[in-house]
């Protein structure tokens, strides 16, 4: 498809109550940079049902436009809906760029309208830039477990496509609203859902685990050496009042559930204060925290890539060093 | 019931190492194994076929050669049968041309094996490459629904219901036959193959489907010239060096030190 226009369109995901998600509107901080250095505007395209609070959010956030598409159809989201609405919007508008969150249902929807666009869709980035010699939005990502980065470009289709890993970018300080408002009346069949939600269901075996909104996570790695040492992590934990993460490595071994998991097939957190415990830091884990505030790594080995990302290190044994922490913590706050 | 489960050999990349001195991927040596996600989706094809043993389940894997080993691994454990989409125009494909080889390749499977599958399973994701990508793009290309980050998948009816990973809570979702589910990690290990299996998969017969086998194909849309995006450059990351070691002699004045820094900066 050819492009129509020089915009660079911001998919924003909005939750059950209209409001927005994060990771969209996270987004429009850097495309607003990258928007205006490819001289194009800078839009929102907010899908869902009763959207009133998302556009208001995108609208904040600097948007030239913002493109609505507003229905019943649209709650939950579905695969279906979702790509029709954003392929109807793209084939009559033509934007050159197209940056969508990488949350679980971005990386649904973005492949398969990648697919039907004929086009190039780069996955799970953690940096996006403007390549020098072409133009081209220069899309860097991790591979091979986060062992190798790679930047790419998508030069000859349009528009180029990214998915852009949730808290790599802040939202930006919110402005006076100045977006025009489009809104786009496309409806979806019922019969062209082709799945439907039966309930949602309250997992019995694994327990919420909010570790995307805590404030404080300490997090035990194959150091921990098995579920009792787990419960070191989680007596400091509960005296900072913080919440357990853990690496793959500790969830492979099972010694902790999967909702516990930080890093590339985890969750991507961000908190004030995350401490590692026994985690050497393979990149695929610290491309899930390195954006924290502040981070404190406990490890045996002084050549761990986790020091690397740390601002405060202790080469030792977290079997000594945790209770005493845990005490101190107590101490402090008490 | 059919099934086609889509599978990748991968580099075991807990394995990989980084040369500290070239500061390149030492890849000499890593282990090929069935990528991880794969072995999920394949294992939810097998516990279909518990439940009903009229279930068909063949594997297809796109890659080099010595992808059949990966293949006779996934016959040892729960495929009917195996078939390896490799040939030299396939090369440097991305995710978009991949996709579009693979639907080819179920098209000449279906022809092959005389029959329609009701599904197609693939893990969420491969390991190496992460992107996620090519579940949803086969699904696009062949017109079918698809879900992603399925935990359990059963059979109801003609259809299947999901339960589907959800960022807070699980969902069970239905979906019409034929469709593409790719799966994540569920609550169970897979499960290992029997000797007997194991024997049998030695002595299986892997056909190859090379470009001959695809005499429609859009020699456009594959290969490095076909796929739309490109690789600029890769990098090993860099890591930041503005870190403080604390060190006051023992591990406990150390923690101590510790803990009164992030009061301090009122971390805690």
Known sequence: MEAKTKDLWVFIETKDDGSAKNGGIELLNPGRGLADKQEGRLVAVVIGSNVGRAVEEAAQQDADEILVIDGAEYSPYTTDAYVDAMYHLIEKYGPTTLMIAATLNGRDMGPRLACRLKTGLTADCTNIDIDENTGDIAWTRPAFGGNLMATILCSNTRPQMGTVRPGVYKKAVAVTPHAEIKKEAFHVEPGKIRTELIKVIKNVTEEIVNLEGAEIIVSGGRGVKGPDGFELIKALADALDGTVGASRAAVDSGWIGHAHQVGQTGKTVAPKLYIACGISGAIQHRAGMSGSACIVAINKDPKAPIFGVAHYGIVGDLFEVLPILTEEVEKLRA | ?268
């Open chain 2, 1 to 268: 019931m059919n099934i086609l489960v889509c599978v990748k050999q991968v580099p075991d990349t807990t394995e990989i190492k980084i040369d500290p001195v070239k500061n390149t991927l030492i890849r000499d040596g890593v282990p090929a194994i069935v990528n991880t996600f794969d072995a999920y989706a394949l294992e939810a094809a097998a516990r279909i076929k518990d439940k009903n043993p009229n279930t068909h389940i063949v594997v297809v894997s796109m890659g080099p050669q010595n992808a059949i080993n990966a293949l006779k691994e996934c016959l040892a454990i729960a495929a009917d049968k195996a078939y390896l989409v490799s040939g030299r125009k396939f090369g440097g494909s991305d995710t978009l041309a991949t996709s579009y080889i693979l639907e080819n390749a179920m098209r000449k499977i279906e022809e092959l094996e005389g029959c329609k599958f009701d599904a197609v399973f693939c893990g969420k994701q491969a390991i190496d490459g992460d992107t996620a990508q090519v579940g949803p793009e086969l699904a696009e290309h062949l017109g079918y629904p698809q879900i992603t980050c399925a935990l359990e998948c059963e059979e109801k009816d003609g259809r299947f219901e999901v339960i589907k990973e959800g960022e807070e809570l699980n969902m069970l979702i239905g979906i019409q036959a034929p469709c593409v589910i790719t799966f994540t990690k569920p609550g169970f290990d897979p499960r290992y193959p029997s000797i007997k299996r194991k024997m049998a998969a030695n002595r299986a017969e892997v056909p190859i489907l090379d470009e001959s086998a695809f005499p429609d194909i859009d020699l456009t849309r594959i290969g490095l010239s076909g796929s739309p995006t490109a690789v600029k450059k890769t990098f090993v990351p860099q890591q930041m060096q503005d870190g403080m070691i604390i060190d006051e002699g023992t591990a406990r004045t150390s923690t101590v030190k510790l803990a009164q820094i992030l009061s301090d900066k009122k971390v805690i």
